[in-house]
């Protein structure tokens, strides 16, 4: 069953267009951005919400960064593997990815050669951690979305009934 964060924080209800935008210093690619808007779209098409990208990197609601190790948040990523992302609850709106991370795009590799086995799609960690950002904790429905594991390379994009519930219920 899918759960929300202490005390059900959400977006507020005069908030149903969010824009997010991407950390200028990263300088990502346009097929990067992309996936991002594809994961965003899988869940306002089961809401009211909608999500616009916007260049205003200070005034988005949503901040997407790759960061490596301590970033200065208090929640340094570690390095391959272990955690690979991590996004606050609202209205917080920061999301953030481990850049040392082999990210796979679209079955393909971004930054690394593909004989490494250690490789995350980019878009299944997007679509867990949109689900964070808009006020999901984790699910104890395995296959589910806010599922709190996922093997590695494997891809897992589509929300299923518990997290369509889960959200429905926020919004
Ligand atoms: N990052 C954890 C996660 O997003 C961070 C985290 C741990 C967390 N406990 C939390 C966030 C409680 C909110 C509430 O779950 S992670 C997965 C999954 C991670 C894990 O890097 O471990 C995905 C990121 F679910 F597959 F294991 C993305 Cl999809
Ligand atoms: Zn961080
Ligand atoms: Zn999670």
């Known amino acids: 069953h ?18 997010y935008a991407f950390e200028p210093r990263n300088q990502l690619p346009e097929n990067v951005k992309t996936v ?18 916007t260049t205003s990197y200070g005034s988005a609601d949503i ?23 991590h996004a606050f609850s609202p209205p917080s709106g920061r999301f953030h990815l ?30 867990h951690e949109i689900g964070h950002l808009l006020g999901l904790g984790h699910s104890s429905v395995e296959g589910s979305i806010m599922y709190p594991t996922i093997s590695s ?3 897992k994009v589509e929300l299923v009934d518990d997290d ?3 959200i429905q219920s926020l919004y």
Not at 63 to 83: A, M, Q, R, S, Y
């Open 36 to 53: 991002f808007g594809r994961a965003f779209e899988r869940w306002s098409e089961v809401t009211t919400l909608s999500f616009i990208e």
């Open 153 to 155: 390379n494997t891809r």
């Open 164 to 166: 369509i519930q889960g």
């Open 2 to 19: 899918y759960s929300f964060f202490p005390g059900r924080p959400r977006w507020p209800p005069s908030k149903s267009e969010l824009t």
């Open 98 to 127: 481990d850049g040392d991370e082999n990210w796979v795009l679209d079955g393909n590799f971004v930054s690394a050669p593909s004989s490494i086995i250690s490789a995350v799609d980019l878009e299944s960690v997007a679509v």
């Open 63 to 85: 901040k997407i960064g790759f960061f490596n190790g301590d970033h200065g948040d208090g929640e340094p990523f570690d390095g391959v593997l272990g955690t690979l992302a």
